[in-house]
């Protein structure tokens, strides 16, 4: 009896230590610690691209490897990350490894309040405080737009549409007015209900391969932009 009550306090002790051990990572730094490691330095002439947000961006890789192939971008999007993770794992996933230019892509998480209830405002100061980092690492940066969702499959009734519009007029105004490169994925994608058109995504929120596609140029043009300013 005393036997099966210890293996039982063990096993509840273990698992009560290996959550806190993950909450202790709450950003997810160690989800890329050894590729940043192992990754080498850009070549000499060559313009590294780090593109930094949640699944939108993880899953480009994996649903449309094609575009990262041959180029010299970093995928160091995590899937269900919010704004204030990526704030904390930015030095990290971005400043370390030494890019010419950033893609930030993020606030879709916040607005579906994945770590918990936020403001357009919060969302608004982490994007802002990513942007000066790079800048203050000489990191040309390019802007995103969040991408139109009409509800999301695993939070919903969260009505979406009218914070995403706000937050995107934010996101443009700031850059318009500190001379950042800005993407506008959202004007290409958004249908009549306000929500990602059906040909680009499987779930309403995820792109599919053709919404990929339809991305794909419009960050390569936003690079080539970034890269040109002086």
């Known amino acids: 009896m005393r036997k099966t009550k210890l293996i039982y306090c063990l096993l509840v002790l273990s698992i009560f230590m290996g959550g806190n051990v993950k909450a202790q990572d709450w950003p997810n730094l160690n989800r890329y610690q050894n590729e940043n490691i192992v990754l080498k330095p850009a070549e000499v002439g060559q313009k590294r691209i780090v593109f930094m947000g949640d699944s939108i961006t993880e899953f480009w890789s994996t649903v ?4 990262f192939s041959g180029k010299p971008y970093v995928n160091r999007g995590i899937s269900g990350q919010t704004t204030p993770q990526m704030l904390l794992r930015f030095r990290a996933d971005v400043i370390a490894l030494k890019p010419t230019a950033v893609v930030i892509l993020a606030g879709i998480n916040d607005i579906a309040g994945n770590t918990g209830p936020t403001t357009i405002e919060m969302i608004r ?3 802002f405080s990513m ?3 790079a800048k203050a690492n000489h990191i040309k940066v390019i802007l995103c737009s969040v991408l139109p969702a009409y509800d999301f ?3 919903p009734n969260q009505e979406p549409i009218a914070k995403i519009k706000t ?3 934010i996101l443009k105004n700031y850059a318009l007015a500190n001379d950042i490169v800005y993407v506008d994925y959202y004007s290409e994608m958004v249908d ?3 929500g990602l058109k059906t ?3 499987n779930d309403g929120v995820h792109p599919n ?3 990929y596609q339809v991305m794909a140029p419009l960050a390569d043009k936003a690079i080539t932009l970034a890269l040109q300013v002086k």
């Open 192 to 194: 009549k209900n306000q």
């Open 167 to 169: 937050l995107n007029e």
């Open 153 to 155: 499959p695993w939070k």
């Open 209 to 211: 391969k053709t919404g």
């Open 199 to 201: 040909d680009y995504s």
């Open 64 to 67: 449309d490897p094609e575009y």
């Open 125 to 127: 100061d982490n994007i």
């Open 131 to 133: 942007i000066e980092l």
